[in-house]
Every structure is written in C-alpha cells, then in structure tokens.
C-alpha cells in the first residue's frame, strides 16, 4: 500500500522560507518510470500544480513559484522535498504530494490527473 506523508510545513512571515518533506512507502521514488509533484489548494481556490519530478530529471514549475521554489529528492530517504524560497502571503495554501506509479508525461507532471498517490497534505502559511 502506497502512504505519502508530508511534513515541514508552518506559519512564516513574507520573504521567508520553509522546506517540505514527503517520505513516500510502499512506493520506490527512485524507479525509473516513477514521476512525482507538488501541489497546492489555497481556500476557495482550485488545487494548483506547481512542482514535478520526472524519472528523466525534468523538472518543471508553475510560473508563480518558478525562481523561487527548488523540488529534489533523496532516494536514500526516499523522500520528496520542495525548497521554498522568498514566500509570499499568496503562496499561503495546503501543499499536497503526488506520486504515479506508472509511466507520466513530462507534459502533464503539474496536471493532478495525471498521478495516482496522495498526501494529506501539510499547512503553508505566510504573513504579510
């Protein structure tokens, strides 16, 4: 059985930053035809791709985080990270972890349908 579990998140204030961890089991994020992605839903607002991994090293990046948000791994760990950097009150949201277990396209890393695994997710918020 597949369990993303994220954590790091927390309250910050403007120009700070937090790093988010998501320690994948039953689920190998390493696999060659693996891909996974970071998203984020902010209240009343529709759940936003805004991170991918593919198996290949593509990285992409919604244009409101790109410069300023870094996605990695740690096959070791096994662990998804995404380094936030110089936030901003708009990036206060639920940031959740998606992994596919199956071959993704690079195109479509920052699409939600395309994954098949989920976190709860972790609590980003920042202060003016």
């Known amino acids: 059985q597949v369990q993303l579990v994220e954590s790091g998140g927390g309250s910050v204030q403007t120009g700070g930053s937090l790093t988010l961890s998501c320690t994948a089991s039953?689920?190998?994020?390493?696999?060659?035809?693996?891909?996974m992605g970071w998203f984020r839903q902010a209240p009343g607002k529709e759940r936003e791709g805004i991170a991918g991994?593919?198996?290949?090293?593509?990285?992409p990046y919604a244009h409101s985080v790109e410069g300023r948000f870094t996605i990695y791994k740690d096959n070791a760990k096994n662990t998804l990270y995404l380094q936030m950097t110089s936030l901003k009150p708009e990036d206060t949201a639920m940031y959740y972890c998606?992994?596919?277990?199956?071959?993704?396209?690079?195109?479509?890393?920052?699409?939600?349908?395309?994954?098949?695994?989920w976190g709860r997710g972790t609590q980003v918020t920042v202060s003016s």
């Open positions: 991994l593919h198996a290949d090293g593509t990285t």
């Open positions: 998606a992994a596919k277990g199956s071959y993704c396209s690079r195109i479509f890393l920052l699409t939600d349908s395309e994954y098949n695994y």
């Open positions: 039953g689920y190998t994020i390493n696999h060659r035809t693996n891909c």
